[in-house]
């Protein structure tokens, strides 16, 4: 899709559907951009990624079905539901591993290379 700014000059605009997007693999990555040291992906996933402990701050935003977000803390496991539209947010150090319910697009902005 090309459009006009305002000096008529023509740049390309993405226009990304996250229900449209379906991965081969399961937690494969659609890449959007990399702003800094930080990468905004596209994920789907119809199984749970694995445990990992954040090497930075993490924001996940689901955008189609739901998401299971299991978190330890001092030990501790506990599972926060994520529905629609909800954003989960964490920092270094955060344990931490995402169930989708069924099948789940996730927008994830993380230091790029991140677990």
Known sequence: MLL???????YPIRVISPPSFTG????QALDIE???TASIRLHWT???YKWHINDGPEVFVVL???VD???RQNGVEQVQPLALGVIFHAEQG???VAHPCGVARVLVIEHAGSV
Do not use: L, R, Y
């Open 94 to 96: 955060d344990e931490h």
């Open 34 to 36: 990399q702003i800094g």
């Open 69 to 71: 977000m299991h978190a």
């Open 24 to 27: 081969k693999t399961v937690w």
């Open 64 to 66: 189609d079905d739901a």
């Open 46 to 48: 119809n199984q749970p």
């Open 4 to 10: 006009s700014n305002s000096q008529h000059e023509e």
